[in-house]
């Protein structure tokens, strides 16, 4: 069974918005709380690349090519991590994964598939 569950990818037009979902299915709060939770995509052929991260203390990083048009975030009373993805264009289709890391537990999600339609 996933440990990690993503939700919220799908086809999109061009401009349009999505947003991802994922949330660990047994973790305690206190865990999630001194997490650091990024979000990755991939192509195919190509590595996979790191897009957005939050840090335990709420700090965010982006990637160049998504600053100013993703967000990341996280509710703790849900234990659940967010990527809000606004307007998309053709080259954010891939699949994107989710990634928490707390001590030395490195777990991954199973992909979701965000397709943006030109």
């Known amino acids: 069974q996933a440990q990690l569950v993503e939700s919220g990818g799908g086809l999109v037009q061009a401009g349009g918005s999505l947003r991802l979902s994922c949330r660990h299915s047994?973790?305690?709060?206190?865990?999630?709380?001194?997490?650091?939770m990024s979000w990755y995509r991939q192509t195919p052929g190509n590595q996979r690349e790191q897009v957005a991260r939050?840090?335990?203390?709420?700090?965010?990083i982006y990637a160049d090519s998504v600053k100013g048009r993703f967000t990341i975030s996280k509710d703790n009373s849900r234990k659940t991590m967010y990527l809000q993805m606004n307007s998309l264009k053709p080259e954010d289709t891939a699949v994107y994964y989710c990634?928490?890391?707390?001590?030395?537990?490195?777990?991954w999600g199973q992909g979701t598939r965000v397709t943006v339609s030109s």
């Open positions: 990634n928490f890391v707390w001590g030395q537990n490195d777990v």
């Open positions: 047994r973790m305690i709060l206190s865990t999630f709380w001194s997490t650091t």
């Open positions: 939050i840090t335990s203390d709420g700090t965010t």
